[in-house]
């Protein structure tokens, strides 16, 4: 299928939102409760106020994880490069504990069991402009989410004459867990606790994971969901009340762990001592790191990766350094970094290593002026930060039901691909409004559109 063909699907679908019977919108009203008694909800409110799938053709999919397969096998080889090399771990940013747990060997061989990627497609081509080695959100919430909407009505009509395909991953995550486990050396059935931490002021949970939790039940998993205040360790046995913890699908990045609390933790204490099987492990903070981009972009690292990953590298991913006063290449061309940032604002954003925060907020370039640009560098150049070469966005247009009625708005849409043991297994899409001046945003179920 064409992008051509895509563009006219796209058009059919909303004709369909707005014909009879559907424009009185009874049926979105039935999806947005249906999203609610499902627990489909963040801090209560539905995940998704989109009334329209994402659609990718399925050669855009098959581009997309032949490409994210082989950037993750790249991401893979730094990672393991950086496990050998301090001055690499200095390089990327990694704080003296987590150099530490670094080195401990977590009882299995892979370095990220699920990961995302941060994915901007724009017709035959795409762009990644972040990693994420932590859990990946959305695997859940897209699945169910896509359930429902290919039941829809519009969406049943809209398949009569365009073929669709669901993507879910749960399945795919689930046999990660298990097969990291099993590699770690358990030989029952595993008993699965989803450790997270409780954010302060939140009244409402996320239900993303109680519904993962539900869904490992399901399959004859015990499973449950802590926080670490809960958890004890005794006689080699990691516990929470009376529950015992053979498997660990850990929800905590590792720094916002160790805010709170220190390495004598019981969680820390059953990992060293190998008593509990940890995923993702903390290996996997490495990559956490927005420098890892920077290693992955300078060739005088990567020269002698393989064809296919340095091929990956120099299509998929924009040029970044750790923002620092020093010289360094951009293409072919040697600069000095801070007067090559001051000097191309329109091009550059400025993104904290770790994630951002009020404290160290990113900075698009194009978005602010010399003087402000100029105080971001100072920002930047006094804490962790990387600069990365702007990444254009396309925005799609998308139906939005809110307060009882539609309204067409345009969207940027960050693909993120679901990657399990290396290999992309699933992908969801999440919503942001163009412009950043509305709080629209969600997850859009992600579907397939067959057809020549």
């Known amino acids: 299928m064409s992008i051509r063909q895509l563009n006219e699907a796209i058009s059919g679908y909303h004709k369909i939102l707005e014909s009879e019977p559907h424009r009185d919108l009874a049926w979105a009203e039935t999806l947005r409760e249906k999203m609610q008694s499902q627990g489909l909800t963040v801090s209560g409110r539905p ?8 659609f990718l053709t399925r050669k855009q999919y098959d581009h997309l994880v032949k490409a994210s397969d082989a950037l993750h096998s790249a991401i893979d080889r ?11 771990q200095n390089r990327m940013g990694l704080l003296p504990a987590e150099k530490m747990l670094a080195q401990i060997d977590p009882g299995y061989s892979f370095l990220a069991v699920t990961s995302l990627l941060d994915t901007h497609i724009h017709n035959g081509s795409l762009q990644f402009v972040e990693y994420s080695a932590e859990s990946p959100a959305g695997v859940a919430y897209s699945e169910l989410l896509g359930d429902l909407f290919y039941e829809a009505a519009p969406v049943k009509q809209f398949r009569k004459t365009h073929p669709l395909s669901k993507i879910g991953g749960s399945k795919h995550f689930l046999q990660a867990l298990l097969k990291a486990y099993k590699e770690f050396g358990g030989k029952n059935k595993p008993n699965i606790a989803i450790v997270e931490l409780k954010q302060p002021f939140a009244t409402v949970d996320s239900t993303e994971y109680h519904l993962m939790a539900e ?16 958890l004890d360790y005794r006689n080699s046995q990691l516990k929470a009340g009376d529950f015992r913890i053979d498997l660990v699908y850990r929800r905590i990045p590792l720094q916002e762990f160790l805010i709170r609390y220190d390495l004598s933790h019981p969680l820390v204490r059953a990992y060293r001592e190998g008593s509990v099987c940890v995923v993702n492990s903390f290996r996997s903070e490495m990559a956490r790191k927005k420098a890892i981009f920077d290693l992955l972009t300078d060739d005088t690292v990567t020269a002698k990766f393989p064809a296919l990953e340095r091929k990956a590298i120099r299509e998929y991913l924009p040029w970044t350094r750790v923002v620092s006063p020093t010289a360094t290449t951009y293409g072919e061309t040697k600069i000095e970094l801070p007067e090559f940032i001051l000097r191309n604002r329109e091009k550059l954003v400025l993104k904290p ?14 978005e602010t002026d010399d003087a402000g640009w100029e105080r971001a560098l100072k920002v930047a150049s006094r804490n962790p930060y990387v600069v990365q070469e702007r990444v254009e966005e396309t925005p799609s247009t998308f139906p939005v039901y809110n307060w009882g009625s539609m309204e067409f708005r345009d969207m940027n849409v960050d693909v993120q691909p679901h990657v399990f043991l290396g290999k992309t297994q699933s992908c969801s899409s999440y919503l942001t409004a163009a412009g950043g001046f509305s709080s629209v945003a969600g997850l859009a179920p992600t579907f397939l559109l067959e057809g020549k």
């Open 47 to 54: 995940i998704s106020p989109f009334l329209r799938p994402h």
């Open 78 to 88: 730094v990672k393991r490069m950086a496990l050998a090399d301090p001055a690499l």
């Open 215 to 230: 869904q490992f039940r399901k399959l004859g998993y015990a499973a449950e969901i802590f926080y670490p205040d809960q």
């Open 353 to 366: 290593n770790e994630d951002e925060s009020t404290n160290t907020p990113s900075v698009r370039g194009w």
